[in-house]
């Protein structure tokens, strides 16, 4: 007698342990008759990201609830359309409180968003297609940028193992990624994106692409209507990953490994142009000042966000650790790049003097230029003994 199988499972951001081998590519409750090769998706690609970082998805995820598809409505679902010629499809048996209806697959897809402290977040994705009946089938799961104003807006900033089968009715794609928001301006809107080839074992026709549980859409057209090999992507909607907006000067101001001076190394009375009075004003939306005592007197400046974005870096990605004593304010040559907003100086570094004895002094040197400074000066360069100077364009 042969044992009826169930095709009731888990919902939400979860997988029984039976199906564990389908997040890895590979497919649960495999049949082993009229088995063929599976399709494949052309695998999306990502881009890395400073403050992007892929990490294992977490073990253990679990669905709240049950799911089955004998409860999907009435024109909703990746659906068969009517056999032509030969076998049926081989429906996926049902128990007598499943009734039969018709022969549709349904894309699930789900998340854990987890804040990590105030600038961080893990991200856990999973996008899952679970059939009624046999088939072949292949798909992957991806992070889109949804975040308006950036570089990587709409791009596609993580990916997903692919997973195929021949013979089945369910696959997943799983990954998880901790994005950094000091060093990475995207990823406060995110969406998973989720590319599906579907094709049936007898050549039997897709009908159609119905309705979605909302917020899920398709992103893509579906291509193969009428035929036996369907291709679209599919999306979870927009959603939210919990950081905060995107402020290099807020970062900067509140991470110790980047102090900044409170007063000016030449002893001039000007609180508003300290080199932390330039990063206080900035994060909090308003202009720099440059010092009163300059070759340029009080002016207001906007500070270059690269060069902010530079000095998060050379702490968070170079781990080096520094004191900030000059960015707009001082007295400096009469066309020095200070007074733009355009350059920062530093007297101490990983915790000694700048001088010609400090050992990270061309690690420092090499850091700035690779995150774009075009002017990188110091000890054994006229004038710079004491400190470091980095500039930008």
């Known amino acids: 007698m042969r044992t009826r199988r169930r095709w009731r499972l888990g919902g939400g951001l979860a997988l029984a342990t039976t199906l564990a ?34 990490t294992a998805p977490a073990a253990g995820l679990r669905a709240e609830g ?20 030969g076998p049926a499809p081989r429906r996926v048996e049902a128990g007598p409180d499943d009734p039969p209806g ?32 046999y088939l072949a089938g292949a798909g992957q799961a991806y992070l ?8 990587t807006s709409n791009q596609v900033v993580a990916v997903a193992p692919v997973f195929s089968f021949a013979n089945s009715y369910y696959g997943g794609s799983q990954g998880a ?14 969406e998973i994106g989720f590319d599906l080839v579907l094709q049936t074992l007898n050549g039997a026709p897709w009908g159609g692409c119905f ?19 369907l291709r679209v992507s599919v999306g979870s909607g927009e959603f939210g990953s919990g950081l905060p907006a995107y402020n290099p000067a807020a970062f900067i101001r509140d991470i110790p490994g980047t102090e900044q001076l409170t007063f000016h190394v030449g002893g ?34 906007t500070l270059r966000r690269t060069m902010l974005e530079a000095i998060l870096r050379i702490h968070l990605i170079n781990g080096l650790s520094f004191r900030i004593t000059a960015i707009a304010g001082g007295d400096h040559s009469t066309t020095s790049p200070h007074y733009s907003g355009r350059a920062f100086d530093i007297d101490r570094l990983n915790g000694s003097p700048v001088n010609a004895s400090n050992p990270f002094n061309q690690a420092f040197r090499n850091a700035c230029a690779a995150y774009g400074a075009t002017d990188v000066r110091g000890p054994g360069d006229e004038g710079h003994a004491t400190h470091l100077h980095c500039a930008w364009d």
Do not use: M, W
């Not at 049950?66 to 010629?85: C, K, V, Y």
């Not at 349904?106 to 996008?127: F, K």
């Open 144 to 151: 889109i940028d949804r975040t308006g104003g950036v570089q």
């Open 177 to 190: 990624v901790l994005i950094d928001g000091r060093l990475f301006d995207g990823g406060r809107q995110l």
């Open 268 to 301: 001039q009375p000007d609180p508003a142009s300290t080199a932390r009075q330039n990063i206080v004003d900035t994060a909090n939306g308003s202009p720099a000042k440059t010092s009163t005592f300059s070759d340029v007197g009080q002016k207001d400046v």
């Open 102 to 133: 018709g022969l549709v697959c349904v894309p699930y897809i789900s998340r854990i968003v987890t804040p990590n402290g105030t600038a961080l977040s893990r991200v856990d994705y999973l996008a899952e297609i679970l059939c009624n009946f």
């Open 211 to 229: 309705a979605l549980a909302a917020p899920q859409r398709y992103l893509s057209p579906c291509v193969g209507l009428g035929t036996p090999t």
């Open 21 to 54: 081998v389908a997040l890895t590519g590979g497919a649960a409750h495999a049949g082993a008759a009229g088995d063929q090769g599976a399709p494949s998706v052309p695998g999306r690609t990502a881009t890395a990201r400073p403050g992007v970082s892929v």
């Open 66 to 85: 049950g799911r089955s598809l004998a409860g999907t409505p009435a024109g909703q679902g990746i659906t068969l359309g009517r056999q032509r010629t």
